[in-house]
């Protein structure tokens, strides 16, 4: 199973962006699909999680001004974040738990400028 995620970049404060991030391979099931960042110095945190049913979870960070959504047939999930701060600079990682085993994609890079 391979994730793949896409849609860092660039952003000022208050401006918004979308990550996707799509799995390939062969699986029978996505259990949890979520988001995690990393800042540099910083220990890796998670951000939003999703699961089949639709529950999701969201850091404090980051309520209110990100969503997460997820497909299961499609086996996708995006993120989108609005209200960007610089403080949201950070490498973004998706992972999802696929036939009981967890996967982690490489990342996408989000830059937020004062």
């Known amino acids: 199973v391979r994730l793949v995620e896409s849609g ?26 979520g988001w995690y960042r990393e800042a540099p110095g910083k220990q890796r945190e998670e951000i939003a999680v999703t ?9 404090d960070s980051v309520k209110g001004r990100f969503t997460i959504s997820g497909d299961v047939a499609k086996n996708t999930v ?7 701060k610089p403080e949201d600079t950070a ?14 994609g490489r990342g996408t890079e989000v830059t937020v400028s004062a």
């Open 8 to 33: 860092g970049g660039l952003a000022q404060l208050g401006g918004s962006l979308r990550l996707s991030c799509a799995a390939s391979g062969s699986f029978l099931s996505t259990l949890v699909m």
């Open 51 to 59: 699961t089949p049913d639709g529950n999701t979870k969201y850091a």
């Open 78 to 84: 995006h993120l989108q974040m609005n209200s960007l």
């Open 91 to 104: 490498r973004y990682f998706c992972s999802m738990v696929v036939d009981g085993v967890g996967y982690w």
